[in-house]
């Protein structure tokens, strides 16, 4: 979500070949991005339910989202281990159900129950989602929230050389982290964010700095790749990546 939806296509677009115009007023102006013609992330610009602008506009921002088989089971699971409801169950025409949540810590993400739309076609590939990843002040805490509200289980992480980091895991397969804030700048709050697959990280970090973007944490190695974390011109944060194995396309199960 951004204040200004058609600066933040031409950024994405330019820096991931994404296509994507604005969407229908029925939708809220809500963009689809497309990679080979297959959605890959949404864009929307900072609009209430009724189409009025929001006032006042909140922080540009990336939200993760997890799909659920039952968006209100998931709401009044949330509260039940001591979540909040940010944005409560609401129908998106046919496409599905959507829930705005936040954890314990006060990390906030969504929920979506597929209806004809499914969710993203297009990850673990270049230019596409291949990682989310939560800091906050309770990893054990906010893994045991995760693990009430969706369909993940928390385990110690396989990473070689890794310790400390939780993976969020689906039907066998690590989809998500979860670390502590030690390593971010003090006072951070606790809040997910979103890793992009790319074939090489730093000329997209320089191509986002030419673009109007900053450079919160320039290229690093780590264990599994070489990452960046990058800020787009109105200030949404997220990190890129090219790991060191070549990103496979997950069970659609």
């Known amino acids: 979500m951004v204040g200004d939806q058609q600066a933040a296509l031409d950024f994405y677009g330019g820096l991931f070949g994404w296509q994507a115009e604005v969407g229908p007023p029925e939708q809220a102006g809500y963009s689809v991005?497309?990679?080979a013609g297959q959605p890959v992330a949404g864009i929307m610009g900072a609009?209430?339910?009724?189409g009025t602008p929001m006032d006042p506009v909140p922080p540009a921002a990336w939200t993760t989202y997890f799909a659920t088989e039952d968006a209100a089971a998931a709401v009044a699971a949330g509260g039940a281990a001591g979540g909040q409801t940010v944005v409560?169950?609401?129908?998106?025409m046919d496409l599905g159900k959507m829930a705005v949540l936040a954890d314990p810590t006060g990390a906030v993400f969504g929920v979506w129950e597929p209806g004809t739309f499914p969710g993203a076609g297009v990850v673990n590939e270049d230019n596409a989602v291949i990682w989310n990843?939560?800091?906050t002040t309770d990893t054990k805490a906010a893994a045991a929230y995760y693990e009430a509200v969706v369909p993940v289980t928390g385990r110690p992480s396989e990473i070689p050389g890794v310790t400390g980091y939780t993976e969020l895991v689906v039907?066998?397969?690590a989809v998500a982290g979860v670390m502590g804030l030690d390593q971010h700048p003090t006072g951070t709050p606790p809040h997910w964010m979103t890793y992009f697959h790319v074939d090489d990280v730093d000329r997209v970090q320089a191509a986002a700095k030419q673009a109007g973007g900053r450079v919160l944490a320039p290229a690093f190695e780590m264990p599994v790749g070489r990452m960046a974390v990058l800020a787009d011109p109105q200030g949404a944060v997220f990190a890129?990546?090219?790991s060191?194995?070549?990103p496979q396309e997950p069970d659609p199960a």
Do not use: S
Not at 47 to 50: H, V
Not at 88 to 92: G, L, P, Q
């Open 33 to 35: 991005c497309r990679l």
């Open 47 to 50: 609009i209430n339910a009724d």
């Open 133 to 135: 990843e939560l800091a």
């Open 88 to 92: 409560e169950t609401m129908d998106v």
């Open 244 to 246: 060191v194995e070549d």
């Open 240 to 242: 890129v990546i090219r």
């Open 171 to 173: 039907n066998g397969r």
